[in-house]
Every structure is written in C-alpha cells, then in structure tokens.
C-alpha cells in the first residue's frame, strides 16, 4: 500500500512493521507526533514519561526482555537521556533498541540548535539519517536489523523539515520479533569490571560498522566537475541546487563511510561537504587528508534550504517568488486568547520581582507587550535558578523572586528542584502553572491528567500533596483569570517564613474544558479613553481599528470569534468600558 506520509507518520508505521513491542517518550516538537500515530496500532505499548531519561530507561528495560523497543524525543530531550545513554551503548541489546533524536536546526520550537550528530560519535553508536519519507521509513526497518545484528542501540536523528514534510511511501505488514529473556550479568551490569569488557567490544564493533557505512552509503555517480556529500534534508538541497554532481548520500552518518568518500574525492574535480549546523562530516573529511568546502562558505546558524546553499556556494539567487503574491504579514508567537497563563504574568509585571521562566506556552510572556518573564534555561531550571538567586540574595530576599513551571515540566524535572529547595533551606516561591495537558506540544497527556497516551484512565498525579511530601508547608490554589485573587495569593506566599507552592486551577483554553460565558466587548466607546491597557495584556482577541470614531485616533475592538471570555481584560480596564457582550 502507498501512502503520502510526514516523515514521523512514516516512522511510526516502520516502528509498527519491525515489531516494536514498547514505545515510549516525551513530547517535544518535532518528535511529537511518531508515538501519537504509533499507538493507533493497539499491539504496540506506547507510553508518554514523565521525562526523556525514563522513558530511555524504559526501552532498555524492554530491550532486555528481548522485545523490540524505541525511545522518542527532540534533540534537547537526549541531553536528559544522556547517562543511560552512553552506558546503553557499552551494555547493548537484546531485543533492537532505537533512539530516535528529532533536531531542530532553526530553533522553531527549541531553546538551542545543538547538532545532536555529535552524540553518536561520542556514544560510538551508529546513527542513520532518513532524506525523505519513503527513506524514514525504510531506515527504521534497517535500525532494527543493525541494532540486533551489532549488538548495540542506534541513534535515529531527523530534523524539522524530514519529520513534517510529506512524501508518498511504500508500506509493508508487520514482523513479530521475540527473543527469550537470559540472566547475562556481565553483560547488563555495569560494574567496572563488566564496563571494562564491554568497552573492549565497542571499539572492536566500530571498524565492522565502517565497513557497513561504507555498505549503505552509496555514491550517485553524474558529473565529475562537482561532488557533493550530504546527509538527511540537505541532501535534498544540495540535489536540487547541483543536478549534475556526483553525489554521496549518507543515510548513516556515523561511522562515516571512509572508502566511499575517499572513492568520490578522488574522482571530482570540487568537493562540496553539504550540511547543517555544524562541520560534523567536514572535519572528518579534512581530518582524512581530503580538501573540501564547507562551513568557510556555507553558514554555521539556522537551516539550509536550495536558495541558501545556491547563494553560499555559487553566489546565485535561486529566490522562487510568484509576481502578484502579497507579502504576508508577520506572526509571531504568542499566547493564546484566554489563556490562563496571562493573568498571573501581568500581576507579576506590575512588581518589581524577578521571574525564573521555564520551557512551556508561558514562555511567550517574556516578549512585549506583557514583558514578565527574565529568564529560560532548560526543563525545570525556574526552581533551581529561583533558589539559587533566594541564597545570593540573602535576608531580605523573599519576594523579590518567584520560580515559574509549567504542570507537565515540573513532573519533568522539577520535583528534585523542589526538593532541594526543602532541603537547603530556601524561602522560594514556586508558581506551578497547572493547565493539565502539556500544551506547548499540543496537548499531550502526562501524569498530572489522569490518563495515558493509549487513552486508558490512571491515578492522576497530585501536585498539591507531592509539594507537601517534599515538605513545603503553604501550597495555595488560585484562580489565574482573578487577578485581585492572583495578588492576593502572591502576597500570602511571601508573607510565609518558607518555602511556598502556588498553584493555578485552569486548564488549557484548547483542552476540552472550555470556559463557557459571554464574549467580552468594548460595550461604551464613550467611556473608553484610549489608554491602552487592555492592548497591553497581548490577547490576539483585542486590537485596535484606526481611525477611531468620533475624532478619535483608534477604537479598541474585540473579536467575538477570539474571545473566550476570561474577563482579564475586564479587570484591567480602569473605565468600565470592556463588558460582557450577550450573543
């Protein structure tokens, strides 16, 4: 059967061909997506983690009880992964085991571009690259057959535009693959001893899967003026921009395939080296004695695309602008009409506290017009960072800084942030943003929602009485869209002589439970004075329309098909202007 797939589509079908038992993961785009197609198939397990690590962890655990297993994630999220990861490759498999690591070159959706190529070298994993849909597919199937074959895990990287783009792909029926469970002490317990032997195999297995790259990687002989070596999307560049070139195509990137390129270098007049972020084929490719152009022309930040890489390297413009098309205009990011995130933010703007941000939806109040947020580091880092200016800054500390997190980042990794917070002393206040879903990602299931990615109902996670295990003696709930409540509830954690856990009762504006009520309009323009403050709080739902009436410069509008009706922008209008409009 034929089909047009995403490249995450087309992985998750792979994943269900090779009979892959248990699949587990955590949310991060552009990874997101293969365990939501993937548990449509009922005789896969799929879980969502509470964080990268365990859900690692776990496919190990399956992998040695001879089953097929996969652990999802983006790239940030192996840098979680990253301790049992590097054992994982000194341990290797029983059952094939495939981490899939989904870059995200241009930062769309990350805190960082890092080049998650360097893992697989400093692992001494292999590593394959898919260049379109059909190939991600086909790929995976063959991950499974390296992994068993090799005895070892294998790192599965894509990149933004192969996990969301869309090409047709040839799928196949499903493969059952079972081996017995053995107790092999030597081989899964990594006492030094153990770890010392298991070291000696890795170093012997890395020259055989050489001699595998230089297998699957296959030169596509053309024109001898130009070669080019590429891997994953920028292959599709690359062809694209140099139709007559020689090209080599890796699709396993790790160990790089010495004779092939050594075989296309020989017979090319130009070497090109063709790849993302950094020189990670280029310096191996120098390193081999091999003259090539690569990042002295091509650009180290951000992604390629066919105009990038026309322009780098052959200083022509490939621009593919349709005459009569207007420019659209520009959107950036922002929160979401009625989102329960806004209120908080906006009561904390009016304070002179700073705010330790974290990885979430909330992370767009730091940007204007509502400007709240001062700081975003990594998943869980709002506790540790709060804690650690609560100690710098001494006595007078409390209420000068609040930590903020998000429901599914604080089971993530912010309960031992938590905790060291209790330990230590600290008089944080940790402001838990409970929306029930981990939304950023698009509205995933985690511990705190009652519910598994299979949809079956579970034990929901309580926030409130894990604050209090860990032994923080105030936790308050308060009502986000309430900003008298909102202050209120700031007020009382930093008038506690402790530790202090606050915690908003809203879900998500795009959960299921919606607010029900009146949209909101500017019900007496004559009341309204223009002062603005009603744009101030950044709801897509409010613009303004000039000229006004009237004489006026501008009228504030709000747009019945936006509003939710969370009545902020009620609370913040000092003129009785903004009302509750009856359909």
């Known amino acids: 059967m034929r089909k047009l797939l995403s490249g995450n589509e087309a992985i998750a079908e792979a994943l269900y061909e090779a009979g892959v038992k248990v699949a587990a993961g955590y949310p991060g785009t552009p990874s997101s997506e293969i365990l939501l197609n993937l548990v449509a198939h009922g005789e896969v397990h799929s879980e969502w983690c509470p964080n990268e690590k365990v859900a690692l962890e776990v496919a190990f655990g399956a992998s040695v009880a001879g089953r097929r297993s996969v652990a999802v994630m983006k790239h940030v999220g192996l840098n979680v992964a990253a301790d049992p990861f590097f054992t994982f490759a000194y341990v290797g498999v029983t059952g094939g085991c495939v981490v899939i690591t989904a870059d995200d ?10 080049d998650n190529r360097h893992y697989a070298r400093a692992a001494k994993v292999p590593m394959l690259e898919p260049t379109d849909s059909q190939e991600a597919h086909d790929l995976m199937l063959r991950a499974y057959d390296i992994s068993e074959a090799f005895d070892t895990p294998v790192l599965y990287r894509t990149t933004t535009r192969i996990a969301h783009s869309k090409t047709p792909v040839e799928l196949g029926s499903r493969t059952e693959h079972e081996k017995a469970v053995e107790h092999q002490r030597a081989k899964y317990v990594m006492v030094p001893g153990n770890a010392k032997a298991r070291h000696k195999l890795i170093e012997e297995r890395l020259p055989k899967l050489r001699g595998l790259s230089n297998e699957l990687n296959t030169v596509e002989w053309r024109g001898r003026d130009v070669g080019i070596i590429a891997d994953g999307v920028a292959y599709q560049y690359a062809r ?3 139709p007559d070139a020689s090209t080599l195509k890796l699709v396993m990137s790790h160990p790089l395939p010495d004779a092939r390129i050594r075989e296309l270098a020989a017979a090319v007049k130009q070497l090109y080296v ?16 091999i003259s090539c152009v690569g990042k002295d022309k091509l650009p180290l930040l951000g992604e390629l695309s066919p105009e990038v890489v026309a322009k780098s390297l052959l200083g022509t413009d490939k621009s593919r602008k349709v005459e009569g098309l207007p420019e659209l205009p520009p959107r950036p990011p922002v929160l979401c009409p009625g989102c329960p995130h806004r209120g908080i933010f906006l009561v904390l703007a009016k304070r002179d506290i700073f705010v330790y941000g974290d990885i979430g939806c909330y992370t767009l109040s730091s940007a204007p017009p509502i400007s709240a947020m001062d700081t975003c580091l990594c998943m869980g880092a709002s506790i540790g960072g709060a804690h650690g ?30 905790l060291n917070v209790v330990y230590n002393r600290g008089m944080s206040t940790i402001i838990v943003l409970d929306n029930r879903t981990t939304a950023m990602t698009g509205g995933q299931n985690h511990p705190g929602t009652g519910f598994t990615l ?17 032994g923080v003696e105030l936790v308050h709930h308060f009502d986000p869209y309430d900003l008298k409540a909102t202050g209120e509830a700031l007020d009382r954690a930093f008038a506690h002589k402790g530790p202090t856990v606050l915690i908003t009762t809203r879900p998500c504006v795009l959960a299921p439970a919606r607010i029900t009520g009146d949209h909101v309009a500017v019900s007496d323009k004559r009341a309204c ?16 329309v000039t000229p006004g009436t009237d004489g006026k410069k501008f009228d504030v509008v709000v747009s019945e098909d936006l509003c939710v009706g969370c009545d902020v922008c009620v609370q913040v209008c000092k003129f009785d202007a903004m009302r509750r409009s009856p359909p």
């Open 105 to 114: 070159p241009g930062m769309h959706s990350s805190q960082n571009e890092q």
């Open 240 to 242: 694209e921009v140099f």
């Open 274 to 289: 063709v790849e993302e972020l950094d020189p990670f084929i280029e310096e191996q490719v120098r390193a081999m004695g």
């Open 529 to 544: 004075k223009r002062c603005a403050a009603c744009l101030k709080i950044g709801c897509p739902a409010i613009s303004k």
């Open 389 to 418: 200016m609560d100690m710098a800054l001494g006595e007078e500390r409390k209420g000068r800084v609040v930590g903020v997190i998000g429901d599914s980042t604080f089971i993530h990794s912010g309960i031992t942030g938590l």
């Open 454 to 470: 299979m949809g079956e109902p579970t034990h929901r996670l309580d926030i409130e009485a894990i604050a209090r295990a860990l």
